[in-house]
């Protein structure tokens, strides 16, 4: 009966129109939503206005929460799950939002389990996932990152990656998949990768992912997550078995996107002037 009704009134908030005003926000706020046709745009639309009624959204440290805040999150996370089967986060209650880089308060031990190592007292942090808890992130953080795939950095998409992890309650990289032929490849590919990054961290090289990613398998997957959506096509050069196995994952090849973009720009919204092609020397971990 309860889920019924939650069925029932989800379907009635999907079909509700879009507002204006949200569309603005997203067109000036995510660059890939310009990508997206217009059954996926149809879609997020839909999965954003479940998903931004249904969660708790607080303001914090003396932020006041407008729609622009709301609908910038809410439609990047729900981009992750875009081509999933979901049911809009069921492990995320709510989102707490600070207005920029924080410090914050330690927790008391057994509330949370913590996944992030940054934070431990005064060191400040851009965003954080509890395994039983909320999703933290800082707004100044996530807008540039938002306008600013070029950077391959973004808050969001690394915090709902760690909640789409821990959907089979183990924080080890490999959120729940299809079937033992995918978690076999992927755990061969993953693993390899993974190592990799860690070694040439360990060297002191340059590396495409983030070198955060060499912390742990959690951290990996959440580091990688962020350059699919925001640098494809650079993702899948310097490492193509990676991409193949997240584009297997969500169900979503965001390369092709980008490349459908660039043969037929004039197809997509004017407002998408930002590119998602990136320069070679932007932002790479050392
Ligand atoms: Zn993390």
């Known amino acids: ?43 997020l639309c839909a999965m954003t206005q479940v998903f931004l009624e249904e969660k708790q959204w607080e303001g914090c440290g003396g932020l006041e929460l407008t729609d622009e ?13 875009l081509g999933l089967p979901h049911d809009y986060y069921r492990n995320v209650d709510s989102i707490l939002v600070y207005p920029s880089t924080v410090v914050i308060p330690e927790q008391h031990p ?10 431990d007292g005064d060191v400040p942090i851009l ?30 998409y690394h915090e ?27 755990v061969e590919v993953c693993s390899r990768e993974f190592l990799r990054l860690r070694q040439l961290t360990e060297q002191g090289h340059k590396t495409f992912l983030d070198s955060y990613g060499a912390k742990n398998e959690g951290e990996f997957f959440a580091v990688a997550t962020e350059e699919f959506f925001d640098r494809p096509q650079l993702l899948q050069q310097h490492a193509p078995d990676l991409y193949h196995v997240l584009s297997t994952y969500y169900h979503q090849d965001p390369a092709e996107r980008l490349l459908r973009f660039e043969a037929a720009p004039a197809e997509h919204p004017a407002h998408l002037t930002l590119s998602l092609k990136n320069p070679q020397d932007s932002n790479e971990a050392v």
Do not use: Y
Not at 69 to 81: D, E, F
Not at 110 to 119: I, K
Not at 127 to 152: C, M, N, Y
């Open 160 to 186: 709902f990656a760690h909640k789409l992890d821990m959907l089979d309650g183990a924080v080890d990289g490999t959120p729940p998949l299809a079937d033992g032929v995918q978690l076999t490849e992927w």
């Open 1 to 43: 009966m309860f889920h019924w009704l939650r069925d029932h009134h989800r379907a009635e908030v999907r079909s509700r129109p879009f507002p204006a005003e949200w569309d603005k926000f997203v067109s000036a706020n995510v660059p890939h939503f310009g990508l997206l046709d217009a059954a996926e745009c149809a879609e």
């Open 110 to 119: 057994g509330v949370f389990q913590r996944v992030e190592g940054t934070l």
């Open 69 to 81: 805040i709301r609908v910038t999150i809410s439609v990047q996370a729900c981009l992750l799950q």
């Open 127 to 156: 965003g954080q996932a509890f395994t039983h808890g909320p999703v933290i992130l800082v707004w100044d953080a996530v807008l540039k990152g938002s306008r600013h795939p070029e950077r391959g950095h973004n808050v969001v």
